[in-house]
């Protein structure tokens, strides 16, 4: 009796709705397809018509989906209840929290503001931070551009006048002899690794000035 293929569906679809919009794992917001089953972030794919990325994602990109369904996820404020570094934790209300943190800066403030120094990420916070700070009255902080994006725009300032940033400038047809500052070449953005594909296929050198600590 001949062995029978299971009848599989290879390529079942993935959505019924495809939402357009750009990606904000880093600073290039690349265009990207997310795509929707039942309400819910099934796939994020990268969009083809988008300018800057033409299609590509990259793995960090894709990852864009955890931020939705990561089972880690954090979804009301915790306190720790243990010993630091107990991994002891309990939730708590926003109210409690904005209490406990109204608590700890407000004596601060008003005693020397300046003590206080602090740094937020890559998020919808990042935006405000020399905002609060400076209402808040302290010169101490930082955002993660400042150790991330803004070395190689500081780089291409001091030395061909005008910031590089991550989103590729060059003329990537007739340049001969590329240099990139602070980022090594496989850690660059979308963009940039295209416009390198091009480089290379012609020819052109590349040279990486990308500072790093050895031990």
């Known amino acids: 009796m001949p062995h029978q293929q299971p009848n599989l569906d290879t390529s079942p679809p993935v959505s019924d709705e495809i939402r357009k919009t750009t990606c904000y794992m880093c600073a290039c917001r690349c265009g990207i397809n997310v795509h929707l089953k039942d309400g819910k972030v099934s796939y994020i794919e990268g969009n083809r018509d988008h300018p800057i990325n033409k299609g590509v994602l990259c793995a960090k990109?894709?990852?864009?989906?955890?931020?939705i369904n990561a089972p880690s996820r954090l979804r009301t404020p915790l306190k720790r209840t243990g010993p630091r570094g107990s991994g002891?934790?309990?939730?708590?209300?926003w109210d409690e929290a904005l209490e406990i943190a109204t608590g700890w800066l407000e004596p601060i403030r008003k005693e020397a503001p300046e003590k206080l120094a602090f740094f937020t990420g890559r998020d919808q916070s990042q935006s405000f931070t020399s905002y609060w700070a400076q209402a808040y009255g302290t010169p101490n902080y930082a955002a993660h551009g400042g150790f991330c994006s803004v070395n190689m725009a500081a780089a291409g300032i001091y030395t061909m006048g005008g910031a590089f940033w991550e989103f590729g400038q060059p003329?990537?047809?007739?340049?001969k002899l590329f240099m990139i500052f602070g980022v090594a070449e496989d850690h660059d953005s979308n963009p940039i690794k295209m416009g390198l594909g091009?480089?290379?296929?012609?020819?052109?050198?590349?040279i990486g000035v990308n500072p790093i600590h050895r031990l």
């Open 198 to 206: 091009k480089l290379k296929e012609r020819g052109a050198k590349v």
């Open 88 to 93: 002891e934790f309990e939730e708590i209300s």
């Open 171 to 175: 003329d990537w047809d007739n340049t």
């Open 61 to 67: 990109g894709s990852a864009g989906i955890m931020q």
